[in-house]
């Protein structure tokens, strides 16, 4: 039985937010087995897009508070070193980046890597969706909510700026002979 009531503009936030974390967790599965050859980016800028869309509907809501000062147990966590050293192989050669630690207090710049941080985001959105599955949408809200403001919003931020500063590399950085030839050939086509 559900904590929400049918009809409530909360659960169909929860509902929502639910579909968005199980296509984000599936794609990140996807790309870590290496199920999606040559077009591993694209599909996870896409993906993290839409979570940080998820996460954007949940700050714009009141804050949710759940029936209980508790947390139910969602079940054991999960080990997140297998992905996150999966994605590392795929990210070979791009995954340590550098970033402001918090552009808000100060310029500290600190090195992480892309797979930890989507092997953060994974883990923190996956918790959530174990309340969901269990039948605590109110709890998977609040947790959801708690943590996209204190972890993984801005996580999932940073990881796709990476990513699409990676792809956009990948097809914007070319030969100047190969820019030239295709300037030319536009030019006169």
Do not use: N
């Amino acid at each position: 039985m559900s904590e929400i009531a049918a009809g409530d503009d909360l659960q169909e936030v929860a509902d929502q937010v639910s579909g968005q974390v199980r296509t984000f967790l599936s794609t990140v599965t996807q790309v870590a087995a290496g199920a999606l050859p040559g077009a591993e980016l694209p599909l996870l800028i896409l993906a993290t897009s839409d979570l940080l869309s998820a996460g954007a509907r949940l700050a714009a809501i009141v804050d949710v508070v759940p029936l209980e000062r508790f947390e139910p147990d969602a079940g054991p966590d999960t080990d997140m070193d297998p992905l996150r050293e999966a994605l590392g192989k795929i990210f070979d050669g791009f995954d340590e980046y550098f970033e402001v630690v918090d552009p808000v207090l100060g310029p500290d710049v600190e090195s992480t890597t892309l797979s930890g941080e989507l092997a953060c985001v994974t883990e923190a959105v996956a918790k959530g969706l174990q309340h969901f599955d269990g039948g605590h949408e109110l709890e998977a809200l609040w947790w959801w909510q708690f943590s996209y403001f204190s972890l993984w919003g801005e996580r999932a931020a940073s990881a796709l700026r990476v990513l699409q500063a990676v792809l956009a590399h990948l097809r914007l950085d070319v030969e100047d002979d190969v820019a030239t030839e295709a300037e030319y050939d536009a030019l006169h086509a």
